[in-house]
């Protein structure tokens, strides 16, 4: 069961860089688009569906590695569901995108909500990390 806990706890750990490089990736290019008034396209759309899918991943990868933990150490730990609920609200504002898709939106608006959504999503996953004890806020790997 230690094998299964470390390999979550890796998972879980480095997606999180996967999500700050594609955060990265989309606020350039939809700052780029929005000062060139660059038209909505196929591009935007997969970057920010990108966005939404690794942040909906990571907290999936969490669930279960929160389940596997909990059955060893017990469900009663506060940060645990601190940390949870606070990142399933980022996972629904990383959603928000998709209620738009359908929308007749002028590109500048779009690329605001967009960017608005990744702001605000940002800002939740800072808050949901700052919920953990400061010992594992941004640790790797156990040490021993």
């Known amino acids: 069961m230690e094998v299964v806990i470390e390999v979550l706890r890796y998972l879980h750990s480095w997606t999180r860089w996967l999500v700050v490089g594609i955060a ?69 504002v990383a959603s928000m995108h998709f209620r738009w898709r359908r929308l007749e939106l002028a590109p500048s608006a779009r690329y605001g909500r967009l960017l608005g959504v990744i702001a605000g999503t940002i ?6 990390i700052a919920t953990l004890p400061p010992a594992i806020q941004w640790r790797f790997l156990a040490t021993s």
Do not use: C, K, N, P
Not at 123 to 128: E, K
């Open 123 to 128: 800002l939740l996953l800072i808050i949901g």
């Open 24 to 92: 990265v990736v989309t606020v350039v290019y939809f700052a780029v688009r929005l000062a060139t008034r660059g038209e909505y396209d196929i591009l935007s759309a997969r970057l920010m569906t990108a966005f939404s899918g690794l942040i909906s991943l990571q907290w999936l990868i969490g669930i279960v590695f929160l389940v596997t933990l909990g059955s060893m150490t017990g469900f009663g730990i506060r940060h645990y569901w601190e940390h949870l609920v606070t990142m399933t609200i980022a996972v629904g």
